[in-house]
């Protein structure tokens, strides 16, 4: 007797409503095309036939570096399908980020858009990537055409829980990304328990703002509207005038602060405009006190926050139902069903309730570890198997956690993480930079903003836009400090470390 399939792409189909002729997804910008259940079921076997027509060995990577849209998530969909390793990469990733990806995740396809084919497939090529594909956001391009001649009936391909259904890069601790190794089951139980936990139920609609190309949008929110056969308002950009005119039509929406604090900032925004929206959940980054009582006074709404990564998925979550507790802002709530969350201090010990440690994590939910790095995966388990978050933070005695901040040198900007070790070394190898030091501001808009502290070679004179211009041709906008300082030398602790915290201070009120 066959095992059951423990492909995620069989949990996802098998919530397909009856009616396969329903809106799915239905497009709020651009062409504003619909796409019916009929249409994923059809668009997902052609992709996944393409994949298997080219024979490609077991495991195999397919990297994406795509605009948003309902192709590129149907080509995820296609990728799980198929049985292979799907490994979405942020649009604003420029050359070297690339190479540095594809070098290390070596994978068999690249599909990238049309203008970006000449420098993506030289780089895919002499990685020996076998096929490099193009998608444009007009659906134009090589992959939709070679699917088209591919039959639209696809068996799901087998998988066990433990099998790897994605790869996404992230830096854990420190230094350079990682690709973090997810499985089906990892994914499965998250959305499993999310769903559940969360409320999903019948008629729910999902505003889906968020980009595909990491956690929150292409699993927590396509996971979570796949998972219960629900709509999805689809925008492949964040539009904060764009989103509100649609609350009425929908009824959950996910995002990272900043989509909160730039809908805040518009008139439009009222309870009017919530009144058939029964969720609101922010992640990714803190949410601050004065986001969430703004949003709760002018919609009536309590946002709901939760906290994961992209090692874990979701880990924990701020209650839904009322009998499960209230909503506390500035915490993200409880460890799920299911989740080990513990604060443990720096020598390995439990922190009494209210102590502010290093917090530790367990569950199906967690990954087997970084592709091809088993001695950094092992430096980031405890001996007891706990994932070491690297987020520092405490619980209540109600069991609600607080992030109170991290112990990885991470900035979190509009959402996206910037690893400050990466830009040093862009920076330090930049003529004239003597060192540099990359420290996370206050911002309003994006939560944090990048901003770099620079020592100048004795003897050269630095010039800050120049710079900043020069990091604009050479790694992801995001990234690139929204302010550069000189000075003639950095502050250092007696260990000769530099004292990145009164850097912090310094300029903490710089974007204020
Ligand atoms: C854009 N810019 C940014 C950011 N985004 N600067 C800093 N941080 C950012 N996040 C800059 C660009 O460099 C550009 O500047 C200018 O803003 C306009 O660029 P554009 O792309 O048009 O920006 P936008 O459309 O306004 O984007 C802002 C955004 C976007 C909508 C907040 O950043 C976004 O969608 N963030 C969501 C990220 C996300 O999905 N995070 C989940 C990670 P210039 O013109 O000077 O170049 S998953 C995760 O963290 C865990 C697992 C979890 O818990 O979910
Ligand atoms: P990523 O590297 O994309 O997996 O981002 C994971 C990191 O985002 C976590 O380790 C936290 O530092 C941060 N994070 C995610 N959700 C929250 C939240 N609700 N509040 C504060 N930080 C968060």
Redesign the pocket.
Known sequence: MKSTNANLFAALRAAFPADLDATAIECADGERLRYSWRDIERATAMLANLLVSLDLPAGSRVAVQTEKSVEALMLYLAVLRAGYVYLPLNT?YQAAEIEYFIGNAEPAVMVCPSKSFGWISKIAFTAGTQYVFTLNEDRSGTLLDRAAHMSDRHEVAHKTADEMAAI?Y?SGTTGRSKGAMLSHGNMLSNAQTLKDYWGWKKGDVLIH???I?????L??ASHGALLNGSQMIWFS???PKAVIARLPDATLFM??P??YV?MLAERALDKNACRHMRLFIS???PLLIETFRDWQTRTGHTILE??????????TSNPYRPADGERRGGTVGHALPGVGVRVQDDKGAPCPTGEIGNIEVKGPNVFAGYWRMPEKTKEEFTADGWFKTGDVGKVDELGYFTIVGRSKDLI???????YPAEIEGTLNDMPGIAESAVIGVP?A??G???VAVLVAKPGAALDGDAIVAQL?RQI?????P?KVFVVAELPRNTMGKVQKNLLREQHKALFA
Do not use: C, Q, W
């Open positions: 604003a996404l992230t703002a968020l980009p190309f990491h956690v929150h949008g699993f927590v950009k964040f539009d995002g990272v900043t989509l730039r992640g990714s980054a939760r906290y994961g990564m992209s090692e874990t998925v979701m880990l979190i900007s509009g959402g996206y993480n910037v911002h808009d994006f944090e903003a990048v604009k992801a906008n995001f990234k690139v929204k």
